[in-house]
């Protein structure tokens, strides 16, 4: 019940792209959804969070999209760049605890 | 520079040594949190202190122990180190509050190999 479990483990996109990541959970008492970006040799950080209560936001090209009834959510990278070359985690967890659980991890290799 | 810092940033160790990891930030969040990244970079937490009071402990040997003297730094120790201990350890911290998940902020890493 505490899992998240995140799709592709891998992904190649052209320069331009679209590169989407999806993710399911099955704890409904989660309320807080943050996807986490890593690059290699860093710690990672906050790219984007979600709470369940509406079904999408953006923050410039990066959005997640929720799906409270299926209990998934995914992030769309728009105009992939070579930048955004890392590995991307979805995570969720419930704000009474403070603890979050993470995917397993998608690494995003974006080719020029 | 406002950061969350890690010492040392690589530790090479043979097995059955004892071994310390320090943490420090300087954000003046009051939660703090070590996380373990695994060869698979399966990242999975280890401990939470909130205001040098642990808070979460999750199935971790007792092998490990971390030590929180105030809440700017945590310190993870680790005694009898076993082969299974390489990974990657980050520290992290978030200013959270009740009914709000806010930002966590990760250290660089320490890459722990145990020979």
């Known amino acids: 019940q505490q899992q998240v479990k995140q799709s592709p483990q891998s992904l190649i996109v052209q320069k331009g792209g679209i590169s989407i990541i999806n993710c399911a959970y099955e704890n409904t008492a989660f309320d807080y959804f943050p996807w986490y970006q890593q690059f290699p040799g860093k710690g990672p950080a906050l790219l984007i969070a979600?709470?369940?209560?509406?079904s999408e936001k953006k923050e410039g090209r990066f959005t997640i999209s929720f799906n409270k009834s299926a209990k998934q959510f995914s992030l769309h990278i728009m105009d992939s760049q070579p930048g955004d070359s890392a590995t991307y985690f979805c995570a969720a967890t419930n704000t009474g605890f403070q603890k979050l659980v993470f995917g397993t991890g998608t690494r995003l290799l974006v080719s020029p | 520079d406002t950061a969350v810092s890690q010492t040392p940033k690589y530790l090479v160790t043979q097995m059955g040594n004892d071994k310390s990891i320090k943490c420090e930030q300087n954000?003046?969040?009051?939660?703090m949190y070590w996380y373990k990244q695994d060869s698979k970079k399966f990242l999975k937490i280890m401990f939470s202190?909130?205001?040098?009071?642990?808070?979460i402990n999750e199935t971790v040997p007792n092998r490990f122990s971390p030590k929180s003297p105030d809440k700017a730094h945590l310190n993870l120790h680790i005694n009898s180190l076993e082969l299974g201990d390489s990974a990657v350890y980050f520290c992290?911290?978030?200013?959270?509050?009740?009914?709000?998940?806010?930002?966590?902020?990760f250290g660089p890493g320490t890459r722990l190999t145990v020979l």
């Open positions: 202190y909130n205001n040098k009071e642990l808070i």
């Open positions: 954000l003046g969040h009051d939660t």
């Open positions: 979600i709470r369940p209560d509406v």
């Open positions: 992290a911290s978030s200013q959270a509050s009740p009914g709000q998940v806010l930002e966590q902020f």
